[in-house]
């Protein structure tokens, strides 16, 4: 029997060629090209890294004397505002920046902005004298019961949008003593539900809103998009027109509405308006004159106040009698939103409580301020 044939072997295969070039790209090339281009990146942004840094979206940089949150508070800004760093701890978790006067102040980094970006010395902190603290005025109401009074000016008396008067009945509500100040308000902004003033200017103070000695004055620059939602924050809203207009003239010992605040005579008490006004607002409560038959405070003078309702000048002819809410905002009916009470620029016939005045409601100025007013259930 054969024996099976068997296949001659094959010949062996040659070796596959080394990928020379592929391998020195892959190895040597492509990575020595990150480095390069991670070089070139990093010195790009070392070389465009600024001394400035500007307030992020949602960011309060509160300025502290010392590296530290329990240091006294020297400034607020809020979001957009530029600040100039001229230094930093050695973890870069603080910046020293400048403040007015000449002053240095601490603030933590904010998170976003890393610390190449930023152009900042090493410092040491140095002592200073502690600010002054201030303690900031807790929101107080004064309660109003239910009243049915006469809105509006007599015959003969105030301007043309003040008539005819009419009788008006309101209900129970309860209404800030005080205009809601500068700290009240950065409170909301530092809790995210408001956003800062407009302005930090008042009145020749550059500084107003920033500078924690302002705390307790009334806060200034604000829209009345800007206040509603602050009271809504505050679980309340806007006093209407007529809540306003009750709190500051109706005298429920004598059944009597009151001209201005303090009374009948235009002179008979002094107010942050007219011929005794400091001409910038000032805390609240420093007039004690200034106080309506309720009890309410600076309803004459200091800042003047948004309320609720869209102004309509011949309002009044059409308003509802229980708990009227104002003009809708409809063709021909209601434009920009009611301002009351008189400022410390106004002259003192703007103190008088049927006095009416309105202003858009995107507008904010360094005399207009509002205080927030709640339902009682």
Known sequence: MEAPQTAPPSPAAAPAPRPVTQMTLGCVVIPLLVVVMAVAAYSLVRANATSRLTIPPGVVAQVRSAPSPDAPLLARFGEGTELRITGRTADWRWLEVSLWDNRRGWILRPLDILVWQLEAPETTPQPMDPPPVIEARAMEYVDIP????????????????????????????????????????????????????ISSEAAGEAHYINDPAFTNHPVVNITWTQANRYCLWQGGRLPTEAEWELAASWDSTRNAKLRWPWGNQADAGAANVGPTSQGRPVE??????????????????????????WYKV????VADSTDPLGPSYRRGEGTGRVVRGGSYADPLEAARTTNRHHQEAGYGTATIGFRCALGVK
């Open 284 to 309: 609240g409560g420093s007039f004690p004159q200034d106080r309506s038959p309720a009890g309410v405070m600076d309803m004459g003078g200091n800042v003047s106040e948004w309320v609720f309702d």
């Open 146 to 197: 239910a009243t049915t009074f006469t809105m509006g000016s007599p015959p003969g008396l105030g301007e043309a949008d003040e008539s005819p008067p009419h009788p008006v009945s309101v209900s129970a509500f309860r209404i800030g003593r005080f205009e809601v100040t500068v700290g009240q308000y950065w409170a909301c902004v530092e809790a995210g539900e408001c956003t800062p003033p």
């Open 314 to 317: 011949d309002y009044y002819r």
